[in-house]
């Protein structure tokens, strides 16, 4: 049996849905992963083979006033599953973020780059990555820029605001890759399926900007809406972001055969499983 640990979440319910009859999911209410008794309890009575943990805090700017939920959540929280995972000798599959880069190296990120995070955020979910370690059995997947159907996120904001605007500013400083969640499933299955143990990154193929992810939004989606550039500075967030955190998945694909599609192609899929 697989676990889902925030079932109920953008990634999470995309996972149950391919998972099918192997997977198992609970969410808030039924585990609180910042607690060692909690999550001892659970995963002793339900025994999984594997656990893939989807909880997390992803609030980047609000994770900058609210260290203490931040740490607990990505960091501390990770670690109490991974005892748990080791005691039943689960898989411990933790799902990390590329923002545990600095965005400096100007190339895309590979598995073994050294961390530096920027902020508050990507500290924790560092925190996350090395309590994940405690599990003899682990598997760490970094991605980014997500999205899907089952959540609050970037493309449906765009469409939202596009409804309602026929102008818009958006960054043109910060690049990733914008990764559809169901894709993201779809490797984290594949890394399962193929034993894969250790840390890979798994994002939708090729990169933009976040002015040319609207773009390309309004585009797909038919709206005529004029996306105008800003920088980072300018946007004045709370925390601070990587500039160039794009990930190398070629470890992924050479290890699980799957080579996930274009940020392009996803969005236009994602677009269409939205209109039915």
Known sequence: MILVVG???MLG?????????????????EIDIT??????KVIGELKP???????????VDGCEN??????A??????????????????L???LSTDYIFDGGKGTPYVEDDAPCPLSIYGESKLAGEMNAAFAPEHLIV???????????????TMLRLGAEKDELTVVDDQIGSPTWAIDLARAIVALIDAGCRGTYHAANAEYCSWNEFAKAIFEEAGLNVTVRPMTTTELNRPARRPLYSTLACDKLATDTGLHLQSWRDALRCYLELRSK
């Open 35 to 40: 607690s060692p008794e909690s999550v001892l």
């Open 92 to 94: 411990l599959v933790h």
């Open 142 to 156: 970094r991605t980014q820029w997500l999205y899907g159907l089952h959540g609050k996120n970037f493309v449906e």
């Open 73 to 90: 959540v990505n960091g501390e929280g990770v670690g109490y599953l991974a005892m748990a995972c080791r005691d039943m000798g689960s």
């Open 13 to 29: 319910q995309d996972l149950m849905a391919l998972l099918g009859d192997r997977g198992h999911g609970i969410d808030i209410g």
């Open 7 to 9: 079932a109920k979440g």
């Open 49 to 59: 083979e594997v656990v893939i943990n989807c909880a997390a805090y992803t609030d």
């Open 66 to 71: 609210n260290i203490e939920t931040a740490m």
